[in-house]
């Protein structure tokens, strides 16, 4: 707990988790948050989860800058606002987002995409005015995205907060503020995947779970899952999946097998959810000549990968998103709603629990076969 009064005007002194530098072990350490500016909100966080983007911050994705507070899925408490903000108020329970909604500028009213042009992705660890609230020892921290969900306080711009129903399940309320969304989004709002069709899925963590559940949502009747992890079979199942495929039972190309589970034609829509590299292309091969539709929404390190062009040539589409496509302030909400009435089976994601002292055990259960989503209690 924090060791300070918390009160609007002061600085509160917390746990937080920390990266000093590429590679470097994630450590626990006191740090300094400072009182939110006009447009901005202080939180008191309750619980978070770890998102394999989390590993790839430790290693200089999306940005270099340390030291790093990690951690961008979460829920919490609004602690303090600043003078300037409406949306919420001090009590409410509040996920972050990665992205923002202002509902005005030209990619919001155009209806075709959650990428706000005023409040977009922020990849430089810090404030839209980049300066930074969390210091320690001196030192400015940077944190990821929009925020820093593993400490025991953050501050993060009220455009990027989504208040959500204070009886949510805190574990599931951290679920659906990234992976879980990203998948689902993909499939039920970006693809539309359609009634009766069929679908591949690369990768069966939480992304991949969610991306099932869109699929399911949205009426396809075929819903091949691809992991190697054997273990994953019974998640998919338990989420709609229809078909599974360990790849590495067989010499032939993941492609060929959803081919072989698809009358030989592939299918109709695939989802890329791990970001490794050869996935991509294999991905794309696993769809229709001439109408298959691959959405690529995993990320790895490389964000330069090789692909095989002719893969695309055969007249497939290949679109990316950020967030499953999911506007923040407007759709977010329903998918907190579905969550709270239960309509996914979001327990079955959580397979671990530390709590915050321990971050660094969170990084070798994630390794662990049987591990789909690790809870941080803080
Ligand atoms: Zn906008
Ligand atoms: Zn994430």
């Known amino acids: 707990m924090a060791n300070t009064t918390t009160t609007t005007s002061q600085a509160i002194t917390c746990k937080a988790a920390v990266c000093w530098a590429i590679g470097k072990p994630v450590t626990v350490e006191e740090i300094q948050v400072e009182p939110p500016k006009s447009t901005e909100v202080r939180v008191k966080m309750l619980c978070a989860s770890i998102c394999h983007t989390d590993i790839s911050s430790t290693r200089g994705y999306p940005h270099a800058n340390y030291p790093l507070a990690l951690g961008h899925e979460g829920v919490g408490v609004v602690e303090s606002v600043g003078n300037q903000v409406t949306n919420v108020k001090e009590g409410d329970m509040v996920i972050p987002s990665t992205i923002g909604e202002c509902q005005e500028c030209e990619n919001c009213i155009s209806g075709k995409t959650n990428l706000c042009l005023t409040y977009p992705l922020k990849v430089t660890g810090l404030m839209p005015d980049n300066t930074s609230r969390m210091s320690i020892r001196g030192h400015k921290v940077y944190h990821v995205f929009s925020c820093a969900t593993w400490s025991e306080y953050m501050v993060i711009d009220a455009n990027y907060i989504i208040k959500v129903d204070p009886s949510i399940d805190l574990a599931h309320a951290s679920f659906i503020s990234c992976g879980f969304t990203t998948g689902f989004g993909a499939a039920w709002k970006e693809a539309k995947v359609k009634s009766g069709s069929s679908v591949a899925i690369f990768g069966l963590g939480a992304v991949g779970l969610g991306a099932i559940s869109g699929a399911k949502m949205r009426g396809a009747t075929k819903i ?155």
């Open 224 to 378: 091949i899952g691809i992991d190697k992890n054997e273990m994953k079979k019974e998640k998919g199942k338990a989420f709609g999946m229809t078909d599974f495929i360990n790849p590495s039972d067989s010499d032939r190309s993941a492609s060929q097998l959803v081919k072989e589970l698809s009358g030989g034609m592939g299918v109709d829509y695939s989802f890329e959810c791990t970001g490794v590299a050869p996935l991509l292309t294999e991905s794309v091969k696993s769809t229709k000549v001439g109408t298959g539709k691959t959405m690529a929404i995993g990320i790895g390190v490389d964000t330069i990968v090789p692909f095989d062009l002719l893969a695309i040539l055969y007249g497939r589409t290949l679109q990316g998103s950020i967030s499953g496509g999911i506007k923040p302030t407007s759709e977010l909400s329903i998918i907190a709603d579905k969550c709270q009435k239960e309509e996914f089976p979001l327990q079955e994601l959580l397979t671990h629990e530390v709590q915050l002292a321990d971050i660094n055990k969170a990084f070798e259960i994630l390794k662990q076969p049987d591990c789909v989503k690790v809870v941080i209690k803080i």
